[in-house]
């Protein structure tokens, strides 16, 4: 009876520990940087990465919590950081992951004076990379978490220009796998960046977490088997735009005058809409990008097809 309680509990933690996946180290040249171990006890647990529970996502509910931060419901760290330089690149290592497709996404926020102290809330976090769709259709195609399906790494550089300090990196991995029901995997780590940069992202490039999304983005609210993610080929990953090193405020497309997002719904890129549309379409997107939107609301009031 005690054995096949014990071995119960055994397979229930493995079931727990197979499934999802998590940020498990981090590596700087050929410096290792362990990260949380979250199926470990954490007494004695040193790590520059935040507390976080487990391998499980974070789901649409999740996006106004806190714990869309870091995963650990605004818990600080162990007083341990990392070391890089800007322009520097920077590997996150996946214990595991199981899902496709997913997008690959990094976040920074500067801490204000140490980060052992901060807990990453307000409009201060910043993109640093990004990459969803890679090739092929929305459904079939090469998505950026397949790197992390097949090497479990992701590597990203700091940005060069950026000003030396203390700062939080959070890189999270939205799967998209169910549709409609996305998982968000975030996870935190304390880093002091080194270097001679001397710029700070503006304000305009800043945003919060929760507060970087809101559930209805095309990149969010997303049906991997509708028919459009059979044929479209490109994806707007959720959140600001990359920022570019400089000072200046970025340009964020609006997601809701995208081809996926809104010619893609009115069925432009369907086989029967493309022999009707299709030429004239992707020459006007060509030509001429602003005036995309009155041809996609066109076509889409002349089709009776309307997204919102």
Known sequence: MKFSTAFATAASLLATASAHGGVDTYTV???VYQGWSPYNSPSGQQSLQRQYPGYDPLLIKDLT??????NNAGALGTGVSGTVAAGQKLTAHWKQWTHRPASVIVYMAKCPGSCDSFDGSGKVWFKIDQEGLVSGTQNAGIWAGDTILDTLVWTSTIPAT???GNYLIRHELLAVHQANNPQFYPECAQFAVTGSGTVT?????????PGAYVG?????AFNID????????????PGPAVWDGTGNAPTTPDPYCSIDHECGACGIVSASYASLFGSEVWSVWWHDVLGMHDVCQWVCV???WRLL
């Open 65 to 70: 919590t806190v714990n869309i931060r870091c």
């Open 216 to 220: 209805n983005e095309p990149g969010i």
């Open 201 to 209: 992202p503006p304000a305009a490039a800043l945003v919060s977490f």
């Open 302 to 304: 002349r089709e009776e």
């Open 226 to 237: 509708s028919a459009s993610a059979m044929v479209l080929t490109n994806y707007t990953v």
């Open 29 to 31: 040249g050929t410096t």
């Open 162 to 164: 950026l000003a030396p």
